[in-house]
């Protein structure tokens, strides 16, 4: 029986697959959805809370006060809502969609992500599948994707990267289809991916390389000639720029302008430096990717393999080294680990078809080392996901919750913390002092802020502020919860000094 070729390269018997429940697959989505169970009813007070928190905030915010997604605010500094600028808040927005009709319950907050996460393992697959990769490359990469501990935690944590990464995959999954048949329908379906991918979160940029190395690489360069291969693209790009400057103008807090500065532009000149390269791969192979998958993956990036497989091991290659240089030159100025999620993808690609590539050898030292990369990666799996489980806030959540229940609605916190997370696990407005251990000017922005509705002082770490901490036991009746030092401050109009 002759075999026919289609692009790149494959078989039409690898076809007769797709006409089959592809059981392994199955297996993967059920496992993605069972290794989340545990944790769905965990409150948000693990690793990156004070991210988590923010994005639990503005959930908040949509239920109470207004469903628009244009509008996203938090809790602190002020009693009112708080806008700020971020990127497009679809997780946040979506989880107040069932709030609104199931009522508040913490496993909501996990519910959309993890949906996401199980819906990128069968992603993977389908973006494996559609540059004609063998069925085993394909459930390889799912699984990859599903062992990687950062994609694990990330993948049920109340924040963008998870949908970020969706949006990354159905860009690419999308882009291979227009290169196929170069459509005006599939090139508006490829700009609308890509619209999804920069609003869900700008990082996701590191993949534009792959599409422009999927289109070149089957079109040739000719195909950037056509209108319907650029004009989406830039449409998608004009959108999110416009979305950004409007958010930008509008908000209290402008976090993406202020990123962009404090973390890329004001370290340009470490481009130039090898211990930036070596700290960001040291990271990402050690950590964000892990000890197994990393050297699959490299091995993927240089081994030898047909011809049919090139285009997904260049479309693949490239994206990791946009995500690489980005995770260099941004995520190593700033404790920002979760940054380094753009790195799993395409480490997990690269890494099944290397794996891939050592098992059809037939040689038993190079089966014998695929082995053990599963095996490793399977390992690392179990040892290091629950650390990032770690209920490292479960103090201040236990305080906030007292907070909740004991302070009036309309008293906020005037709040001396390394991070705001008082503010949501309270559900309460208020005030961050940044001024130190400065009794005369603390005392003076706590009147202040008594004035206009701070109802209790809190202290995240009185030994980090003694000074602080003695005016306030000398002036006010306090108490200690959980390691915190609180401040309960009197009624409005008690006192012209707003002492008790």
């Given at each position: 029986?002759?075999?026919?070729t289609l692009?790149?390269?494959?078989?039409?018997?690898?076809?007769?697959?797709?006409?089959?429940?592809?059981?392994?697959?199955?297996?993967?989505?059920?496992?993605?959805?069972?290794?989340?169970?545990p944790?769905?009813?965990?409150?948000?007070?693990?690793?990156?809370?004070?991210?988590?928190?923010?994005?639990?905030?503005?959930?908040?915010?949509?239920?109470?006060?207004?469903?628009?997604?244009?509008?996203?605010?938090?809790?602190?500094?002020?009693?009112?809502?708080?806008?700020?600028?971020?990127?497009?808040?679809?997780?946040?927005?979506?989880?107040?969609?069932?709030?609104?009709?199931?009522?508040?319950?913490?496993?909501?907050?996990?519910?959309?992500?993890?949906?996401?996460?199980?819906?990128?393992?069968?992603?993977?697959?389908?973006?494996?599948?559609?540059?004609?990769?063998?069925?085993?490359?394909?459930?390889?990469?799912?699984?990859?994707?599903?062992?990687?501990?950062?994609?694990?935690?990330?993948?049920?944590?109340?924040?963008?990267?998870?949908?970020?990464?969706?949006?990354?995959?159905?860009?690419?999954?999308?882009?291979?289809?227009?290169?196929?048949?170069?459509?005006w329908?599939?090139?508006?379906?490829?700009?609308?991916?890509?619209?999804?991918?920069?609003?869900?979160?700008?990082?996701?940029?590191?993949?534009?390389?792959?599409?422009?190395?999927?289109?070149i690489?089957?079109?040739?360069?000719?195909?950037?000639?056509?209108?319907?291969?650029?004009?989406?693209?830039?449409?998608?790009?004009?959108?999110?720029?416009?979305?950004?400057?409007?958010?930008?103008?509008?908000?209290?807090?402008?976090?993406?302008?202020?990123?962009?500065?404090?973390?890329?532009?004001?370290?340009?000149?470490?481009?130039?430096?090898?211990?930036?390269y070596?700290?960001?791969?040291?990271?990402?192979a050690?950590?964000?990717?892990?000890?197994?998958?990393?050297?699959?993956?490299?091995?993927?990036?240089?081994?030898?393999?047909?011809?049919?497989?090139?285009?997904?091991?260049?479309?693949f290659?490239?994206?990791?080294?946009?995500?690489?240089?980005?995770?260099?030159?941004?995520?190593?100025?700033?404790?920002?680990?979760?940054?380094?999620?753009?790195?799993?993808?395409?480490?997990?690609?690269?890494?099944?078809?290397?794996?891939?590539?050592?098992?059809?050898?037939?040689?038993?030292?190079?089966?014998?080392?695929?082995?053990?990369?599963?095996?490793?990666?399977?390992?690392?799996?179990?040892?290091a996901?629950?650390?990032?489980?770690?209920?490292?806030?479960?103090?201040?959540?236990?305080?906030?919750?007292?907070?909740?229940?004991?302070?009036?609605?309309?008293?906020?916190i005037?709040?001396?913390?390394?991070?705001?997370?008082?503010?949501?696990?309270?559900?309460?407005?208020?005030?961050?002092?940044?001024?130190?251990?400065?009794?005369?000017?603390?005392?003076?922005?706590?009147?202040?802020?008594?004035?206009?509705?701070?109802?209790?002082?809190?202290?995240?770490?009185p030994?980090?502020?003694?000074?602080?901490?003695?005016?306030?036991?000398?002036?006010?009746?306090?108490?200690?919860?959980?390691?915190?030092?609180?401040?309960?401050?009197?009624?409005?109009?008690?006192?012209?000094?707003?002492?008790?």
């Amino acid at each position: 029986m002759t075999k026919t070729t289609l692009a790149y390269g494959q078989p039409s018997n690898e076809m007769d697959h797709q006409k089959r429940l592809d059981w392994p697959l199955f297996a993967l989505l059920f496992i993605s959805i069972l290794i989340h169970l545990p944790t769905l009813n965990m409150p948000l007070i693990s690793i990156d809370a004070w991210r988590q928190t923010d994005e639990e905030s503005i959930v908040y915010h949509f239920v109470h006060n207004s469903m628009n997604i244009l509008h996203p605010a938090v809790f602190y500094d002020g009693l009112g809502p708080q806008r700020v600028q971020l990127e497009l808040q679809i997780i946040p927005w979506l989880t107040a969609c069932l709030v609104h009709v199931l009522g508040w319950h913490i496993w909501l907050l996990h519910l959309i992500p993890d949906a996401c996460f199980s819906c990128n393992v069968w992603l993977c697959y389908r973006v494996a599948r559609a540059f004609s990769a063998p069925v085993g490359i394909a459930r390889t990469a799912a699984a990859m994707y599903l062992l990687t501990p950062y994609d694990i935690y990330y993948g049920q944590a109340l924040m963008p990267e998870v949908v970020m990464t969706t949006g990354m995959l159905l860009s690419v999954w999308s882009t291979v289809c227009y290169a196929k048949k170069p459509t005006w329908e599939r090139s508006i379906v490829t700009g609308l991916a890509i619209c999804l991918m920069l609003l869900a979160k700008l990082p996701s940029a590191t993949v534009l390389p792959a599409l422009a190395v999927v289109v070149i690489g089957e079109q040739g360069f000719s195909i950037l000639a056509r209108a319907r291969t650029w004009v989406p693209v830039f449409v998608a790009i004009a959108i999110t720029w416009f979305y950004t400057a409007y958010e930008g103008k509008q908000a209290a807090h402008a976090f993406i302008t202020g990123d962009t500065h404090a973390y890329l532009l004001q370290h340009l000149g470490d481009v130039f430096h090898p211990q930036t390269y070596l700290q960001a791969g040291w990271f990402g192979a050690t950590t964000a990717v892990g000890l197994a998958v990393a050297p699959a993956a490299l091995y993927g990036c240089f081994c030898a393999c047909p011809n049919a497989l090139a285009p997904f091991r260049q479309a693949f290659a490239a994206w990791l080294s946009g995500a690489f240089l980005f995770t260099a030159w941004v995520a190593t100025h700033n404790a920002l680990h979760y940054y380094y999620i753009v790195l799993t993808v395409p480490a997990a690609m690269l890494a099944s078809l290397g794996v891939w590539q050592l098992w059809r050898s037939h040689r038993l030292p190079l089966r014998t080392m695929a082995a053990a990369i599963v095996c490793g990666a399977v390992t690392i799996s179990v040892v290091a996901t629950p650390t990032y489980y770690q209920p490292a806030e479960a103090p201040a959540y236990r305080l906030g919750r007292q907070l909740q229940a004991e302070l009036p609605a309309n008293e906020g916190i005037a709040l001396v913390a390394s991070s705001p997370i008082l503010f949501d696990y309270a559900k309460r407005g208020g005030w961050r002092w940044y001024g130190g251990d400065k009794t005369a000017a603390y005392a003076q922005w706590l009147q202040q802020k008594w004035k206009v509705g701070a109802g209790v002082a809190v202290i995240e770490d009185p030994r980090a502020y003694p000074d602080l901490s003695e005016w306030l036991k000398k002036q006010y009746s306090t108490q200690v919860r959980d390691g915190h030092l609180l401040a309960w401050l009197p009624p409005r109009g008690m006192t012209k000094d707003g002492r008790a």
